[in-house]
């Protein structure tokens, strides 16, 4: 048995190593692509229905027209984490992704989209000691791209505005992670991570027409619903993130991860993870029936 | 003899059909790429130092440290471009790129930069009438991303704030040109073409800090000094650009290419070009040794 | 009988060939001038009173002291307008607006508010395509005039703001109608009218701070209400119109009328109108008792 | 012989109190319309071919098509001038002004520009003691239009923002003038007039984007340059404003008017007029061939 | 006994006249302090613990780590109020309020906080006619400071921003109040206190995030929605205020205080105060247990 | 002979341990207060004239009218220096700064100002380091207050906005400067330092109106302008830090100090301080008598 992963490109299943897009493609040339990505929680995937929605209303936003519809879209995505799901080790998961660019230029005939599905490990390692110790999170320089020149709210494959402030924070401390805000100073969102305050009880996050407003976002406030929380979806700044009790970031990958420090003030909470991220973790775990926390904290 | 194109690959000359980048290239994930592009002019590269200088100062904004530096980027440049000449119909020429993307995401070992060089025919014939008759320029509703988001001065592979624009007016027209305006509604660029107002005999054009200053634009600027020409490098507006006397624009390609209308006003001369568009195009013909404006027109 | 339309100036009720005012009244000189205006379906006025309140409500906002009160308004309204309706031919109706301007410059004494009251035929004929095939929505790339310079909520003489967009628009497609965004790229209104996006069975309008909040606005909330759907006023954008299943305006003249596209993307229904525009045009023609859609399609 | 002024409207030199716009013309209902004003000096119109310069330029901006060529538009100016300049009192002068709307709706065939010509006296005395003792300027709370709104460069009948400006200031103290700043804060322009200071000898003015550049702007940058002053077009603020030695606005009737307080702050220089506007006033006075300093300060 | 003020310094309490800090304090040199004040009414200090708890919000926000806690902070606060009360005059009340610098520069060893506890009389007969003719409010043309710079919310010893609004309305008339618009425009705060409208029945204030939250303003919301009122936490502007029927303001020592007019346009109501505002002061009364509008107007 | 500083306290010279103000003066209430600093160089006192002048500016700003005139300033400063030198370590140079606040709250009479006038030793060996290793400067989230709320011109005691970004930074790394960028995200100041970049040969800084425009930056500006070198004053951004050669920072304690990193990467310059930046310590050292940067590194 191979111990390759592979990965759909165009109509063939290929070994990853082969796995390619041609330089002229405006996927390469110009980030002209759109993707979106779920997660396996022991090799079962999470709400792909929904990341698919998400993905045709970004290829809409992008006016590329993908020749794969969206059954045919799952279909090729389950089967290529089926083919995947054999080579990953216990205890491992997979960030599965579709991506569609607007196609090779150059070519004779109408330029005709790429369509790439693949499977990716998730970093478990990397990040175990975010769930033992909290996120340091440091607001970048950097401004979130404004609306009015590209919406944050479609899944493109340009990130540099996002890198950006990634460098810069990390270059001071490398396990950092950065909090852009909005043109507005507004809390926006680190680099595919959404951002919630716990303050007297009450659970708070960015607007979402500034931000990229995840599913496990969506998945997160169902659940505080659900607990009796209540949640205020607003404009939130600086103030409000330094007066907090708690702080945590959602992601398809994190699920919810707590944040121990923002620009260096260590938030009020004694414990990390503070208590109403704590019972929001264990109903995120109950619900993808697997404990997610765990699974990053045995990498330690 | 070939007919196909080559490109510059990671060390390796292939075959434009077999140049690809991994799936997993941050180059494609992202956008995560920096690039320059210079043209030839009857197969002559024309200011390859100068766009190697800016290609280096795009990197350094993007904190990717090249393997390849600038001298040895100057000869695979020279190398690709040679063999792909051969191949070059009479009359056509080339547009000559650099390509640094950060790396392969998830090999082993510290991320290495992926290098391309490669060539593409300049589309003459699908711009030559803009030449004749001048380009529709229609500026969009879309703002150009401001530099506390992301510099519009470093070439990368980010375009689609670009694209939108592109998108957004050629659905009306699909052979006008989009202009951005900047967040405070200035004048800004279209997609890799720089804007200039004439006006009473004084050429006008954006301050350098929104706009990618391009080398044809500071080639434009030197020519119209060295006829002296007032040029002044500043804020304009729309107010600018409908009572001015000529627009032109200028682009690697497009060397200076007259605009015959804006938001679907003419521009008041009655010839296109105008005669200080007319004069700079000589000029620069000149300069490269070649009728660029023929070139185009041949194509009709 | 006179085929002409008689007009109120200044307690005089004159044929409309020789209602005037001076070249020195305000009106005139700088749009310093206030108005409201209702339509009438089947001849009968709607909501007068309404527009009544708005129309002192923008006197109050400039500062204008009209000399003659909300209750004699209305009875001078009602009178010109019973004057007009013997000239209405079948199956038309009109436009009914009040108007005062601060005033006659240069004469002697206090300056003396100037009252127009005045019928105008609905363009019944040039707009029937629109119910039929849709508008064609466009973003302009001027925006809104901004709160802090002046109130998007008084109905004042001073339009060239959106009449700029609509030239810039029409330069492009005669027949397309312009959409401006604020100053923080959101969507905002059109040259009079509001407009709606429905999405997955929820309807959406622009915060009524930057808009002109239309009385047929008021109208369509209260009836989409009553039939049971969510309304949402909040921040809306570019995103949000291209990912909505239909898109419709509002206006006194308009009621509802559909989009069928925006920036030339198609919006998603299929049909032309969709479903829950369709619902609201039935109400609305319930509501004023008038097929209006029938109306407008009568005159293809 | 008659004491009435004339004007001439479409065609037809008419008494004042006859000459008027129909309701239904646009530059009545949305201010649809550009003009342009030069003043009289001892009866002598002033740089009359500028001022049309400017308003066909206006025109253009505005895309109204004057049927009334350049030069068939000074004709008939003078000849209005001419028969007025019969009636003027000795010791006055005028205001002559074209005007042009985009033409009356409703009427059958394509819409035709309204032209109107017409004087009308200067207020020498109720501003003449602005003279004497310098103006009180206060800035606005309201922020002058932005130029990706409606350009302020344009001259038309939209006047409502300046408007509101005055209202605010002139309900604290009816004879103090409004000074408005732009959206970024800077110093901008009052109600028709532009805004200088002095300080160390050097003289300051706002850069013309945000500005309606006026002509007697202009006279006075060459007034000061001829002797030997160093102008500075730039971005100032309230911090320059309270710091200066010396303030004066310029505009076609004031020349050039002393300020002598900016939000209720003394200027520093202690005599009214300040030396370097004291200087400009006579080189004003010698240009025009009148001392219109005398002029105001005789109507005390 | 004493006639003189106490206040607790760093430990001691000081007969005013003595009560100082040290010219390198950092709240001297830089405002690098906070603060937080209640009031007496009938000398029992009001709401203490609400106080306290957002001056250590104020603390936490500035990263100023108080070696003095919430609960001793109380006592010495009650302490001083205690001392003081002693010679307060019948009829009058007290400003009670705590402080805590950074510290003093250039000291060994770490910087430590200073602390400072005082009470100040209430300026009833400065104002005493504000309660029965309204306040004369009037926007001025600095705007408030932005949460991307400095956030409102906390209580600082930085109030420059708000000074210079005051100097600048205050110069045009000594008896009106600044009120200070956003960097949107939107309607924010004046210099300590927060404003209200009534229309139409419904109750409306400047969202939080802007405005320093006064704990009055809570009061008036949670007193507003007892006596059945809708609220509305919201962006206001100009438009707002120049429709409203009632305008109030609130603070610590105004309690509620009617306007009169806003940029000199008298408010809608014909009486001062308006119903709503009057009923609120009499739900204010007697939660202080005090007639505090009595106690102004005795002053007069 | 005593050991310890004094201070001049209205009117008295104390020790500085007995040199405080009320904690009812306004200058520690709210920051409201102006000051100027200048230095010694082996204990001379470096362009105190220009000092003064622009502190009288700041006074004008702020509308505080000092009872002590310009030349009774210089004498106190003067008389207050030479008593501090005597006590002044070898080596070592004095802050030497006036201080003027609006007065106390609550005195009897019209409020008068205090004055205070002191001399602080000169941080060399905290700083030392920075002369030999460079400043690692990182650009804060928080932006530079707008001229609109406040102008960073004047030189006042509210200096939150600067203090949050430092505190910011320097949770991060305690020996890193913070930058701040102005509110469009332009290069502007750090706390109490300008700052300069050199390309090319050519040397930039940030355009006076949204930073304090130091004395050290203009006389670096003239020193540089002698050298021969192109001084442009002009918006800066992040793209022009990270693509220089050399950067560097003054104020009147640095004098001119090199800049190893931006956002932590690397100035290009191999060598610190680079060749423009010697040159130009070089030339101020001349200027000042005295080598400035020997002394800084003497303290290593």
């Given at each position: 048995?191979?111990?390759?992963?592979?990965?759909?490109?165009?109509?063939?299943?290929?070994?990853?190593?082969?796995?390619?897009?041609?330089?002229?493609?405006?996927?390469?040339?110009?980030?002209?692509?759109?993707?979106?990505?779920?997660?396996?929680?022991?090799?079962?995937?999470?709400?792909?229905?929904?990341?698919?929605?998400?993905?045709?209303?970004?290829?809409?936003?992008?006016?590329?027209?993908?020749?794969?519809?969206?059954?045919?879209?799952?279909?090729?995505?389950?089967?290529?984490?089926?083919?995947?799901?054999?080579?990953?080790?216990?205890?491992?998961?997979?960030?599965?992704?579709?991506?569609?660019?607007?196609?090779?230029?150059?070519?004779?005939?109408?330029?005709?989209?790429?369509?790439?599905?693949?499977?990716?490990?998730?970093?478990?390692?990397?990040?175990?000691?975010?769930?033992?110790?909290?996120?340091?999170?440091?607001?970048?320089?950097?401004?979130?791209?404004?609306?009015?020149?590209?919406?944050?709210?479609?899944?493109?494959?340009?990130?540099?505005?996002?890198?950006?402030?990634?460098?810069?924070?990390?270059?001071?401390?490398?396990?950092?992670?950065?909090?852009?805000?909005?043109?507005?100073?507004?809390?926006?969102?680190?680099?595919?991570?959404?951002?919630?305050?716990?303050?007297?009880?009450?659970?708070?996050?960015?607007?979402?027409?500034?931000?990229?407003?995840?599913?496990?976002?969506?998945?997160?406030?169902?659940?505080?619903?659900?607990?009796?929380?209540?949640?205020?979806?607003?404009?939130?700044?600086?103030?409000?993130?330094?007066?907090?009790?708690?702080i945590f970031v959602t992601s398809t990958s994190f699920c919810i991860c707590p944040v121990s420090s923002i620009n260096?003030?260590?938030?009020k909470s004694q414990n990390i993870p503070g208590d109403v991220t704590l019972e929001l973790q264990s109903a995120y775990?109950?619900?993808?029936?697997?404990?997610?926390?765990?699974?990053?904290?045995?990498?330690?």
């Open positions: 048995m191979s111990t390759e992963r592979v990965a759909y490109v165009n109509g063939e299943i290929l070994p990853e190593s082969q796995a390619s897009v041609s330089i002229n493609d405006r996927g390469f040339l110009y980030g002209d692509a759109v993707f979106d990505t779920t997660r396996t929680f022991n090799g079962e995937i999470f709400r792909l229905e929904q990341h698919l929605d998400r993905f045709y209303e970004s290829l809409r936003y992008m006016r590329i027209d993908s020749p794969v519809g969206k059954a045919e879209m799952k279909n090729i995505t389950l089967n290529v984490l089926k083919k995947n799901l054999e080579i990953l080790p216990d205890g491992d998961d997979y960030w599965v992704s579709q991506r569609v660019s607007r196609g090779v230029r150059g070519l004779p005939g109408i330029m005709k989209p790429t369509i790439v599905v693949e499977c990716f490990p998730l970093p478990l390692e990397e990040r175990a000691e975010y769930y033992r110790d909290g996120i340091k999170m440091i607001a970048s320089s950097i401004r979130r791209t404004a609306p009015e020149s590209l919406s944050p709210r479609a899944k493109m494959h340009n990130y540099i505005n996002l890198i950006q402030a990634e460098l810069e924070i990390q270059s001071q401390d490398s396990k950092a992670l950065a909090l852009l805000l909005d043109v507005n100073g507004n809390l926006c969102e680190g680099h595919g991570a959404n951002i919630f305050l716990v303050k007297q009880g009450v659970i708070y996050t960015p607007r979402e027409q500034f931000v990229l407003a995840g599913i496990s976002r969506q998945v997160t406030i169902e659940l505080a619903t659900n607990l009796g929380y209540e949640i205020k979806e607003t404009d939130l700044d600086i103030f409000d993130a330094y007066t907090s009790d708690e260096g003030l260590q938030v775990s109950k619900l993808v029936k697997m404990d997610f926390v765990k699974q990053y904290l045995d990498k330690l």
